[in-house]
């Protein structure tokens, strides 16, 4: 056992000489075949944990300086460093180690590749600690863009129409109201969509969300897309006037077009809007009249006024005339016989004029007036050949339908004689 002591012994300067000789060569090899390097990473984003401690003890924080963004500089073998990316690199600051001074110590590591150092350009990230205020704003929708011509934006419904703010006093009281916006270009159809809610000021400025949390971010929007069509608005009336009068039979409605809106399929079995008689009842009166009508009422089902703004209602006007008496004189001379026998001439036994006794509604006897009304005689076939003197009908034609009437048949003496001069 000695001997072999004494033979380990031997030379032990020597032997150790040779380990680090071998190390040192061991550690050139090493970096001559994989030598160690250095890479840095820009706005590597500081993870912090534990944030809800904060929140439970109804206190919000802003981040101060920047300080949640830091470049990491990592050192490793080359060969390591290659395989780094961005996303490997975790810079983490818990929460819960939030020092007096409001800063949170940062920790750095790289994951999945080893690594020598990791450093940072800095080792806090500094807050500012408030209380956290909340509150309820309304939320509105907006349309942009332009529908494809002859379609319009009709109903518009969100999911919610209130949301929660929060962060800190400040910065939630400029908050005044949220809004959805959707575009609307060139739409033909129903449009559905999850559309981001921004925050407004009381000048319906845009809020940046910094520092600033919502109960959601997003809201359901559906937008109705309608056809539209221009089409007349046509009434008639109904009851009985007062004794003596008589409506003219003409329902003027003001305005007399509409533009309506609905489905394309509904709108193709709509040309006019017709108003119901029994809307516009006259029973009893003796003066023109103007009846209010609300238009929604007389609409088809799925069908609406295309512009809400204008107002639904139109006016129908009854023209209402008294019935008259008058007379009409008529030239004799001027009134023709049909039917003469064969070899006979006439002449008339009254001279001068016919005074025709009229009755009917003032508006149509005041223009029958400044006419001068066709009359005729139509002598009976069964006359024969008997000449003398007659007492015929008069046929007055007034050409005015049922709105004015002869009170009496008029009549007249006619002579008949042979005619000498054959």
Sequence with gaps: MKKFKDRFAQNMGLKIASVVLAFLLWFLVVQIENPQGQKSFSNIPVILTNSELLDAQGKVYTILEDTDKVRVTVWAPENSLSQIRASDIVAEADMSKLTDINTVAITYSVQNVPVDEVVGNHDVVKLEIREKKSKYVNLTYETVGEVTEGYMVGNISLDQNRIEVSGPEDYVSMVKSARAVIDVTDAVSNLSANVEIKLLDAQGNEIPRTNITTNVSYVHMSVE??????VSVT???????????????????TPDTVVIAGTPAALSLINEIKIPADFVNVTGLSEDTEILINLKDCLPENVRLADPQNSSKVT??????????????????????????DGFKYRWGD?????VKIKGRADRVEELKKETPK??????????????EQTVDVIVDLDLGESVNTVETPRLKLVLYKDESN
């Design 316 to 341: 129908a006007s009854v023209k209402i005339e008294p019935i008259v008496s008058d007379a009409l004189d008529i030239d004799i001379a001027g009134i023709q016989v049909e039917n003469v026998p």
């Design 235 to 253: 009434a008639q009336h109904s009851g009985v006037l007062a004794e003596g009068y008589e409506a003219t039979g003409e329902v003027t409605v």
């Design 351 to 355: 001279k001068g004029k016919l005074s």
């Design 225 to 230: 897309i309608l056809a539209t069509k221009e």
């Design 375 to 388: 009359a005729k005689v139509v002598l009976n076939e069964g006359l024969g050949n008997i000449s003398g």
